[in-house]
Nanobody, 120 residues
Framework: VQLQASGGGLVQAGESLRLSCVAS????????MAWFRQAPGKERKSVAR??????????YSDSSVKGRFTLSRDVAKNTVFLQMNDLKVADTAVYYC????????????WGQGTQVTVSS
């Protein structure tokens, strides 16, 4: 499975961005997809996760994004979207998408990362 993330950029605080992550290859193996982010000098952290089978169960692991970020999916296109509204300087990070295989307990595939920079 290959993951291609896109949509990052430079915006001002309060503005919006929409990240996309397209999966290709053995996509039938994918159980869930997620977004992580890594700010400069910090560890990579989980942001949100969505199931790619059955109901679109979504979980936001980073409380700071609740109410501002929305994770959605297009199963037919093997794509997930992270709509990020009311961006804050603290959201500045490299955002990575990841995919978890069926019967896996970790994320097995990672995208290349897309830079999001929010200026004040």
């Amino acid at each position: 499975v290959q993951l291609q993330a896109s949509g990052g950029g430079l915006v001002q605080a309060g503005e919006s961005l929409r990240l996309s992550c397209v999966a290709s290859g053995r996509t039938d193996d994918i159980y869930a997809m997620a977004w992580f982010r890594q700010a400069p000098g910090k560890e990579r952290k989980s942001v949100a996760r969505i199931s790619m089978r059955g109901a679109s169960n979504t979980y936001y692991s980073d409380s700071s994004v609740k109410g501002r970020f929305t994770l959605s999916r297009d199963v037919a296109k093997n794509t997930v979207f992270l709509q990020m509204n009311d961006l804050k300087v603290a959201d500045t990070a490299v955002y990575y998408c990841a995919a978890e295989k069926i019967r896996s307990d970790s994320y097995d595939y990672w995208g290349q990362g897309t830079q999001v920079t929010v200026s004040s």
